[in-house]
Structures are given as C-alpha cells and as structure tokens.
C-alpha cells in the first residue's frame, strides 16, 4: 500500500477523508517494532494536523467574514 509516492498520497488524501484507520494498518505487515511504531505515529500525527489546520482555516474564514459584515452594518468603512 506503501510502495511508491502516488500510492501513499491516495492512502493520505483517503485517511484524511474519514477512510478507516484500522484496516489501513491491518494492511501493513510488520517488518519490526519500531517501523510499525513509526507509521502509527506518522499516521495519526498526519491526520490530526491536516484536521485541525482545515478547521483553523475555516474558523479564520468565518470570523474575517462576520468581521466585514458587521463593520460594512455599522457604517464603518470596509477593511480590505
């Protein structure tokens, strides 16, 4: 699942989809301890990071938004 770039950014952009965690590392065999602790760590490191910078990217959005609205209703001149 892992053997080349293509392969793993599908495995990433699925994983980051809300793909099943379990059956991608029930995919993988052990090769030894610590390469199978390497890509758990990589794994959901990667996941969480990629969903807390999307959120933190749509609450930036959100609140810019009702920023400019809420100043454009006061009169107030529009901050570009």
Do not use: H
């Amino acid at each position: 699942q892992f053997r080349s770039l293509s392969m793993v950014s599908e495995c990433l952009f699925s994983l980051v989809n809300g793909d099943d965690m379990f059956a991608t590392f029930a995919a993988l065999r052990p090769s030894g301890a610590l390469v199978w602790l390497f890509s758990q760590v990589y794994l959901y490191s990667f996941s969480a990071l990629f969903i807390y910078m999307v959120l933190s990217l749509f609450i930036a959005l959100i609140t810019g938004s009702y920023d400019t609205i809420k100043n454009q209703s006061e009169g107030d001149t529009p901050v570009s």
